[in-house]
Antibody, heavy 119, light 110 residues
């Protein structure tokens, strides 16, 4: 069964860059059937789609975050990454990575990692 | 601010049937885009519950069912069990926003 695991700093200072990596195991990131995405959830609030990227490099971002977000895929390491910059306290959230099937639904999720933006 | 609206909470007794609505518009559900549902148990990541409006992934009990009509969709849980207490989210695609959108979320209490 496919597994995804987020990793990265749990604390980021305001105006700096949030960087997270999602390691994919028990499956390959190189498939045209899937894209690889990020979703976040502020404490006590709902889910927000951040963006996704296919293994071939086509990226799509939430318009409200587009100017600050970059998602990249590293097929040699079987992992993908998120960069968000600059950050503010409003970016404090649990960040999830997930596999998006057929540019549609999210069928596998990581366990999530809490990122707090604070000085 | 989500473009898919769900009731904040629904509740039911064990064994009862509850439904959760997901109301969209002509740029998402009404445009023909599929609706998917996720279950988020307390302190855990969301889990795919229904895909493509009314399909269950392997392992999801048939007590869960989905439907879609017009600009809305619904998730029904029959034979409600204590383990169904969770937050539920619908998800679709919005052509006006050019992105994927989630519903506001519904807390189910048993």
């Amino acid at each position: 069964q496919l597994q995804l695991q987020e990793s990265g700093p749990g604390l980021v200072r305001p105006s700096e860059t949030l960087s997270l990596t999602c390691i994919v195991s028990r499956g390959s990131i190189s498939s045209s059937r899937y894209s690889w995405g990020w979703i976040r959830q502020p404490p006590g609030k709902g889910l927000e789609w951040i963006g996704n990227m296919s293994y071939s490099g086509s990226a799509y971002y939430n318009p409200s975050l587009k100017s600050r977000v970059t998602i990249s895929v590293n097929t040699s390491k079987n992992q993908f990454s998120l960069r968000l910059s600059p950050v503010t306290a409003a970016d404090t959230a649990v960040y999830y990575c997930a596999r998006q099937r057929n540019e549609d639904y999210l069928d596998y999720w990581g366990q999530g990692t809490l990122v707090t933006v604070s000085s | 601010q989500s473009v898919l609206t769900q009731p904040p909470s629904v509740s039911g007794a064990p064994g009862q049937r509850v439904t959760i609505s997901c109301t969209g518009s002509s740029s998402n559900i009404g445009a023909g885009y599929d609706v998917h549902w996720y279950q988020q148990l307390p302190g855990t990541a969301p889990k795919l519950l229904i895909f493509g409006n009314n399909n269950r992934p392997s392992g999801v009990p048939d007590r869960f069912s989905g439907s879609k009509s017009g600009t809305s969709a619904s998730l029904a849980i029959s034979g409600l069990q204590a383990e169904d207490e969770a937050d539920y989210y619908c998800q679709s695609y919005d052509s006006r926003l050019s992105g994927y959108v989630f519903g506001t979320g519904t807390k189910v209490t048993v």
